[in-house]
């Protein structure tokens, strides 16, 4: 059974930083590409990262380029996001989602989504 | 860059009834490069849809996709009780994918 438990979210105050944790069990883990998706209180669905299953080649939306480093360790099976110059509107859920395709390329379709951590940042 | 735009904001219907959702998008889409999920209060988004109408692994046959170039749709042909949540396309396959901003199905 595929799981995504992410972790690491919390209160920081702008311009702080965090690293964000996704732990998967379930698949061999470094043959799929995975993402980060966002989700601000009371909002919509929007992509914010990805990572290919080698860790070769990475993707970011406009909004936190420079700024968001995503990475993976497949020795350990996990995902991470570190994000850094924090502001008021990167408050959201974050999720940590699957590739369903098992060649490591990113296509961005998620079939698996964890069940998201939540990083508030307030002063 | 692409921009999905989804109609009605709102959709308030019964049980029985049968749903219909629309994508929009800016420019023309790839039928390859069209999914649907489902998102429930508190809840992560569930895959229902890609490819514009396959169905995800798990999904009745009640939800079906359809649409191509810039006009996407999202059925559910009976609605039950579970079925009442907010639906989300996304546009995938490029270097940066992108979602609707979501029609919710009310009761």
């Known amino acids: 059974e595929v799981q995504l438990l992410e972790s690491g979210g919390g209160l920081v105050q702008p311009g702080g930083s965090l690293r964000l944790s996704c732990a998967a069990s379930?698949?061999?883990?470094?043959?799929?590409?995975m993402s980060w998706v966002r989700q601000a209180p009371g909002k919509g669905l929007e992509w914010v990262s990805a990572?290919?299953?080698?860790?070769?080649?990475?993707y970011y939306a406009d909004s936190v380029k420079g700024r968001f480093t995503i990475s993976r360790d497949n020795s350990k099976n996990t995902l991470f996001l570190q994000m850094n110059s924090l502001r008021a509107e990167d408050t959201a859920v974050y999720y940590c989602?699957?590739?369903?395709?098992?060649?490591?390329?990113?296509?961005?379709?998620?079939?698996?989504w964890g069940q998201g951590t939540l990083v508030t940042v307030s002063s | 860059e692409i921009v999905l735009t989804q109609s009605p904001g709102t959709l308030s219907l019964s049980p029985g009834e049968r749903a219909t959702l629309s994508c929009r998008a800016s420019?023309?889409?790839?039928?390859?490069?069209l999914a649907w999920y489902q998102q429930k209060p508190g809840q992560a988004p569930r895959l229902l849809i890609y490819?514009?109408?396959s169905r995800a692994t798990g999904i009745p046959d009640r939800f079906s996709g359809s649409g191509s170039g810039t006009d996407f749709t999202l059925t559910i042909s009976r609605l039950e009780p579970e079925d009442f949540a907010v639906y989300y396309c996304?546009?995938?396959?490029?270097?940066?994918?992108?979602f609707g901003q979501g029609t919710k199905l009310e009761i």
């Open positions: 989602a699957k590739d369903p395709n098992s060649n490591g390329w990113y296509y961005g379709l998620l079939d698996y």
């Open positions: 379930g698949f061999t883990f470094s043959s799929y590409a």
């Open positions: 990572i290919s299953g080698s860790a070769g080649t990475t």
């Open positions: 420019q023309s889409v790839s039928s390859s490069s």
């Open positions: 490819g514009a109408s």
């Open positions: 996304q546009r995938y396959g490029t270097s940066q994918a992108t």
